[in-house]
């Protein structure tokens, strides 16, 4: 009698020193006696066979050896009972799906898959609990999913496992913190009772981190118990009551927008012949406009005040840009220059964004906006999202198509990359006032995974393709065009940020900026464009290790859109 039925069969595919290979395939065959494992009750359907097949002689015919469609690697680390030694092991999945799934589907399946097989609460203890989890998954519930191979491979040896990052634990009051609230404040100063507040201290012990940074010349007082930020070449900056008449030759026609005390000082050093006014007042909002050349163009370049979620820091922002555009109203091109939060692809090592990287915001194909701001969303009855949104998007896409001819460029390889020589440029500039916006360590850029509720797992960044020529250099920023969004109910939670992003062709997401882009369309402004660095996996206000560096790199890609521009018409 034939008893041949579709059944998950796990078959040794090698085995080394420090690795052990295992596939588990979808497969329509007939349960055999002999060299294999008939599962019977509960583990009906199931079949295990014994040894490593070579060549195909098994229960099971020959695998098609085509490439995986996606793949997910993450570590573990195993306890030796005797010894209490942890040996981390890399546990790598490559996930084959049926030629119906589309692609987006492929990627959403393999990380719920994944995701259902690390969770906490169920995680397997052992080999055989976690290769028999695979199976029952792909039995039961992951119907699409037609193979799945497994590599298990034993990796270093130590005493502990790190310990995970800690990403809402606040930080003690230091000198670091007490100055990065003047510099996020700037041009603005900020009261030491103001500082206190935000920081949950008592103004005695703000005061003792004020007295260092006056004394090493980082900061000095306004009025009484007022500071701001001494910025680099102090000599050079111009405090003035009103905006003194620009000549009609100096003019900017360019605005570029930034928010972060170091994307104002990256920006700052792609500009030529500069000169600062701070236009300083006691009561409302103080400006900083730095004016000079970059390439054969007039700029001005702003830092906006404290950036945040509530409205009054939002009205802020918006309120700058509006005077920024009244003041100088021969600006045709507005540029919004800093950092964000990259969205990761954890399947596809193309179209992974990674730290340092740089994200311009582009419109999908088919449509018109550039930034997507996300105002609300509710959940449906079957697990999706629906949200709500508001979009913009510049009637004028040149300043983009400058952008994806750059990026096509250095796909080429063989072509020239000025943003890179801009950065060691610029990076070269501030070594010499003691700054440092130099690339951290690789091993600073780790990625983790929400696999529900509060519980993360550190993941592996994705690997090219076997036999992939288009391998990207990790030592330098890699190009990425696509939409920028932001709102905190959809940034704040894991799975909803990763949704949004896939319905909605997000690759970055950004502080608030809904008022400053309203301003710019509002002035009816047609050509402008987000550049933005990356420095961490949220909204780019984290990590502060990959901050400057990321600046430095959008505000060099930023140089080098503004000298692929048309140089300006005289007047």
Not at 233 to 245: F, I, L, S
Not at 350 to 361: E, Q
Not at 535 to 558: H, V
């Given at each position: ?33 002999g ?22 002689e098994?229960?099971?015919e020959?695998?098609?050896?085509t ?31 049926q ?9 959403r ?12 609460l ?24 037609s ?15 790190p310990?995970?990052?800690m990403?809402?634990?606040k930080p ?13 404040s700037?041009?603005?100063?900020i009261?030491l ?15 003792v981190?004020?007295?260092r ?50 994307e104002?000082l ?12 701070v236009?300083y ?16 163009h007039r700029?001005?370049c ?27 109203q ?18 596809d090592?193309?179209?992974h964004v ?9 419109p ?12 609300g969303?509710?959940t ?6 629906e949200f709500e ?5 510049p ?15 250095a ?24 700054m440092?916006?130099?690339?951290p ?29 288009n ?7 890699c190009?990425?065009l ?20 896939s ?7 950004d502080?608030?900026?809904?008022a400053?882009?309203?301003s ?9 464009v ?7 996996y ?17 505000a060099?890609f930023m140089?080098?859109v ?10």
């Amino acid at each position: 009698m034939d008893d041949t039925q579709e059944r998950i069969v796990m078959t040794p595919r090698g085995k080394t020193a420090n690795s052990t290979t295992i596939m588990v395939e979808r497969r329509k065959v007939a349960a055999q006696e002999g060299n294999v494992h008939v599962g019977g009750g509960q583990h009906s359907g199931i079949i295990i066979n014994k040894e490593t097949r070579q060549g195909g002689e098994a229960v099971t015919e020959e695998v098609e050896d085509t490439p995986a469609h996606l793949q997910l690697e993450f570590k573990v680390f195993l306890v030796n009972a005797q010894t209490q030694k942890h040996t981390q092991e890399s546990r790598q999945l490559r996930f084959w799906f049926q030629s119906c799934v589309p692609e987006k589907e492929r990627m959403r399946s393999a990380q719920e898959f994944f995701k259902e097989l690390v969770a906490p609460l169920e995680f397997p203890r052992d080999y055989v609990g976690f290769i028999k989890k695979i199976m029952k998954m792909m039995q039961h519930k992951y119907k699409l999913v037609s193979k799945v191979e497994v590599e298990l491979r034993q990796l270093e040896e130590s005493d502990k496992p790190p310990t995970r990052p800690m990403e809402d634990q606040k930080p003690e009051l230091s000198e670091e913190k007490v100055l990065e609230m003047i510099e996020s404040s700037y041009p603005n100063p900020i009261t030491l009772q103001e500082m206190a507040k935000r920081a949950s201290s008592s103004v005695a012990q703000v005061e003792v981190f004020i007295a260092r940074l006056t004394e090493k010349g980082l900061i000095k007082p306004m009025t009484k118990d007022c500071y701001t930020r001494v910025v680099q070449n102090e000599t050079d900056v111009k405090v003035v009551r009103q905006m003194p008449t620009i000549t009609s030759k100096k003019q900017p026609t360019i605005a570029i927008i930034t928010a972060h005390y170091c994307e104002k000082l990256a920006v700052d050093t792609m500009i030529e012949n500069q000169e600062t006014f701070v236009r300083y007042t006691t009561v409302g909002e103080s400006n900083v406009y730095t004016l000079g050349n970059i390439g054969a163009h007039r700029v001005v370049c702003t830092k906006l005040p404290t950036v945040g979620h509530d409205r009054s820091s939002s009205i802020a922002a918006g309120n700058t840009t509006t005077r920024l555009l009244g003041t100088f109203q021969k600006v045709d091109h507005v540029f919004l220059v800093g950092t964000a939060g990259g969205v990761p692809h954890y399947t596809d090592y193309h179209k992974h964004v990674r730290l340092g990287d740089v994200v311009v915001a582009t419109p999908p194909p088919g449509q018109k906006f550039i930034y997507m701001y996300c105002e609300g969303s509710k959940t449906l009855d079957n697990g999706t999202y629906e949200f709500e949104t508001k979009s913009w998007g510049p009637p004028d896409l040149s300043l983009q198509n400058i952008a994806y001819q750059l990026q096509q460029q250095a796909a080429e390889k063989e072509s020239p990359t000025p943003w890179i020589q801009y950065m060691e440029q610029g990076n070269a500039k501030l070594a010499e006032q003691e700054m440092d916006f130099s690339r951290p360590s690789e091993s600073t850029d780790k990625l983790y995974m929400s696999i529900g509720g509060s519980d993360i797992i550190e993941v592996s960044h994705p690997m090219p393709p076997e036999g992939s020529e288009n391998v990207r250099d990790p030592s330098k920023p890699c190009i990425h065009l696509g939409v920028v969004a932001a709102g905190r109910c959809v940034v704040d939670n894991d799975q909803m940020r990763q949704d949004f992003a896939s319905q909605l062709s997000v690759v970055a997401y950004d502080q608030e900026f809904d008022a400053v882009v309203e301003s710019v369309y509002g002035n009816r402004k047609d050509q402008y464009v987000f550049i933005r660095g990356i420095c961490d996996y949220q909204d780019g206000t984290r990590n502060k290790d990959w901050q400057p560096y990321a600046a430095l790199a959008a505000a060099a890609f930023m140089k080098a859109v503004i000298c692929g521009m048309e140089p300006p018409a005289d007047d």
